[in-house]
């Protein structure tokens, strides 16, 4: 490799970084966007004379399209408050109130039999950890999990229309009912195979080595899931997206990496879970601004070649046993539709560019 290519692909890790550290910058640019509308309509209001007002009040009002920009903000701020403020304020507490209460009362009443407190102490932080995290860990985290997803829709529908109010969803190429559902079915299950691959190159016996593509992996499946928002809003299917992310694979190395590594530093799960709640928002509005170089980088890295190989295996064999299914009950022509148009989008070629 040349020492133009490695420049290259150091300008694009770069690009990528900067374009996701500045969704923070979006998010305060959007807290003092709101009030110049208010500013402009009061001067606009102390100009007009007195005939236009009385023109004005006898023409019919339009109703006013509403503001997307704090639909963005109040989302966000209800992801943070939510993850932030209830989930990671309750593991706060148990953790540095509930525990040490619970370790001085035993304390207090068996501090002069040492073996019997250690095994009493022992069973009793067990039980209470346990307990929390089931009673209270899990359900708030799922129920986060869930909210987050609806609120991660809504700020991404609301980011493009903000970035792009130009553009419409009706400007995209049609899709059927039927493609629509195998195109999401497909990046679902490619999504969660690449988070396989990951989690096996976390566990490999190099530790350095194992780190390092955990991050890797981490970071693209970010930048990726991030994006994804935006490339449904025009249009684009999931061959086109991965070949776009393959051909690009610097600039989303470095435009997940902030997240990747905000996710990574704390031990418990949970806290990642909640941190990844918090910022990712901030991620969805800076792919919504982004502009990615339209350079390529100077060799294209198949990261998703096996998972898309083992999606379209497991996606075909589903979509012959519908299409059997289908055979068997005639009467049902819009499941044999739906299985046909499967069966189309399970047999496209790897990735072919647009």
Same mark, same amino acid.
């Given at each position: 490799?040349?020492?133009?290519?490695?420049?290259?692909?150091?300008?694009?890790?770069?690009?990528?970084?900067?374009?996701?550290?500045?969704?923070?910058?979006?998010f305060?640019?959007?807290?003092?966007?709101?009030?110049?509308?208010?500013?402009?309509?009061?001067?606009?209001?102390?100009?007009?004379?007195?005939?236009?007002?009385?023109?004005?009040?006898?023409?019919?009002?339009?109703?006013?399209?509403?503001?997307?920009?704090?639909?963005?903000?109040?989302?966000?701020?209800?992801?943070?408050?939510?993850?932030?403020?209830?989930?990671?304020?309750?593991?706060?507490?148990?953790d540095?109130?509930?525990?040490?209460?619970?370790?001085?009362?035993?304390?207090?009443?068996?501090?002069?039999?040492?073996?019997?407190?250690?095994?009493?102490?022992?069973?009793?932080?067990?039980?209470?950890?346990?307990?929390?995290?089931?009673?209270?860990?899990?359900?708030?985290?799922?129920?986060?999990?869930?909210?987050?997803?609806?609120?991660?829709?809504?700020?991404?529908?609301?980011?493009?229309?903000?970035?792009?109010?130009?553009?419409?969803?009706?400007?995209?190429?049609?899709?059927?009912?039927?493609?629509?559902?195998?195109?999401?079915?497909?990046?679902?299950?490619?999504?969660?195979?690449?988070?396989?691959?990951?989690?096996?190159?976390?566990? !490999? $016996?190099?530790? @350095?080595?194992?780190?390092? &593509? +955990?991050? #890797?992996?981490? =970071?693209?499946?970010?930048?990726?899931?991030?994006?994804?928002y935006?490339?449904?809003?025009i249009?684009?299917?999931?061959n086109?997206?991965?070949?776009?992310?393959?051909?690009?694979?610097?600039?989303?190395?470095?435009?997940?990496?902030?997240?990747?590594?905000?996710?990574?530093?704390?031990?418990?799960?949970?806290?990642?879970?909640?941190?990844?709640?918090?910022?990712?928002?901030?991620?969805?509005?800076?792919?919504?601004?982004?502009?990615?170089?339209?350079?390529?980088?100077?060799?294209? !890295? $198949?990261?998703? @070649?096996?998972?898309?190989? &083992? +999606?379209? #295996?497991f996606? =075909?064999?589903?979509?012959?046993?519908?299409?059997?299914?289908?055979?068997k009950?005639?009467?049902?022509?819009?499941?044999?539709?739906?299985?046909?148009?499967?069966?189309?989008?399970?047999?496209?070629?790897?990735?072919?560019?647009?």
């Open positions: 490799m040349s020492s133009r290519d490695l420049q290259s692909l150091a300008t694009s890790f770069i690009h990528g970084f900067r374009d996701a550290i500045l969704g923070f910058v979006y305060y640019k959007l807290n003092r966007d709101t009030d110049v509308p208010v500013s402009v309509e009061n001067e606009r209001s102390t100009t007009v004379t007195e005939l236009q007002r009385r023109r004005e009040e006898r023409l019919p009002r339009r109703p006013t399209k509403k503001s997307e920009r704090p639909k963005i903000r109040k989302r966000i701020l209800q992801c943070c408050l939510l993850n932030g403020g209830v989930f990671l304020a309750s593991i706060f507490i148990f540095h109130l509930v525990i040490p209460v619970l370790s001085y009362v035993t304390h207090m009443m068996l501090g002069h039999e040492e073996g019997v407190r250690a095994s009493v102490w022992l069973w009793l932080s067990v039980l209470a950890s346990g307990l929390f995290k089931i009673l209270w860990i899990l359900p708030l985290f799922i129920i986060s999990r869930v909210v987050s997803f609806i609120w991660f829709q809504d700020i991404a529908d609301a980011a493009y229309s903000r970035f792009h109010p130009k553009a419409t969803q009706s400007s995209s190429p049609g899709m059927s009912f039927g493609t629509l559902i195998a195109d999401l079915c497909f990046g679902l299950l490619i999504q969660g195979l690449f988070l396989l691959q990951a989690q096996v190159a976390a566990v !490999l $016996p190099i530790p @350095a080595i194992a780190q390092i &593509l +955990s991050v #890797f992996h981490m =970071s693209l499946s970010n930048a990726v899931y991030a994006f994804e935006k490339w449904f809003n249009g684009w299917e999931v086109k997206r991965l070949h776009y992310v393959e051909a690009r694979w610097s600039y989303f190395l470095g435009f997940g990496l902030p997240l990747a590594l905000a996710t990574s530093w704390a031990e418990s799960y949970w806290i990642n879970g909640c941190i990844f709640a918090v910022l990712f928002p901030l991620l969805i509005v800076s792919a919504n601004e982004a502009t990615p170089s339209a350079q390529e980088a100077p060799f294209e !890295l $198949p990261v998703f @070649a096996l998972v898309v190989r &083992l +999606s379209n #295996f996606f =075909s064999h589903g979509v012959s046993r519908s299409q059997q299914t289908a055979k009950q005639p009467q049902s022509s819009s499941s044999t539709d739906w299985a046909g148009d499967l069966t189309a989008r399970s047999e496209m070629p790897r990735l072919v560019p647009s």
